[in-house]
């Protein structure tokens, strides 16, 4: 079911559609709200609080096509908004898409066999890459993220952070030479 159709259900009062909507989206919402409050109890409470908001203002939403997008703002919004209220230092612009590298989602391992030393080969080349990540600018690693973990294309990315397709594709593109450059040594040598 595409989302202009479970939108359009919602408008008529459909409490199916709005059903099919959290199961579509819960994860989506739920991983938003955990990378950035690392804490699981925090991120259930404000998911919740995401598809409320959702229920409420759905007849606000100018683009029916970009649910998801729209859905990933107010689980962002929220989240910055509880890490406001909890630690303000910590909150600051510069570090709201801090993203530690046990948060993030496992990348897709290899069909080949598992063994102990592959296992430990790619826990220690996804701490490498993920701290590589979070010494991006805060742009290029929000960009950065939300294209390669979120799924994201380049005109969504523009709609969420307010920005033009050349500045996404800008800040993905340094993102990618920078983690190209500064991890060239470690993966040529293993």
């Known amino acids: 079911m595409n ?17 099919l909507l959290i199961e579509k989206y819960q994860g989506l919402v739920f991983n938003t709200c955990y990378r950035l409050l690392n804490n699981y109890s ?12 959702v229920y ?20 962002y ?3 910055i908004s509880l890490l406001r209220k909890k630690n303000p230092a910590k909150a600051s612009s ?8 046990n948060q993030l989602e496992q990348i897709p391992k290899h069909t080949e066999r598992v063994t102990p030393e592959r296992t430990l080969e790619e826990k220690e080349s996804k701490e490498v890459l993920f701290k590589a990540i979070d010494k991006l600018p805060a742009n290029q690693k929000r960009a950065l993220l939300l294209h ?3 799924g994201h294309s380049h005109k969504e990315i523009c709609e969420i ?10 800040l ?16 040529k040598n293993i």
């Open 3 to 19: 989302d202009k159709y479970l939108v359009e259900k919602i408008l008529q009062n459909n409490d199916v559609a709005f059903s």
């Open 42 to 53: 925090d991120a259930q409470d404000i998911s919740q609080d995401v598809f409320l908001e």
């Open 56 to 75: 409420r203002s759905i007849d606000h939403l100018r683009n029916r096509d970009d649910l998801s997008g729209w859905l990933f703002r107010i689980a």
């Open 77 to 79: 919004s929220k989240s």
């Open 94 to 101: 510069n570090t709201e898409f801090d993203v530690s590298i």
């Open 148 to 150: 390669k973990f979120e």
């Open 161 to 170: 952070m307010d920005l033009t397709q050349a500045s996404v594709e800008s």
């Open 172 to 187: 993905i593109y340094r993102a990618k030479i920078y983690l190209r450059k500064s991890l060239a040594f470690y993966f």
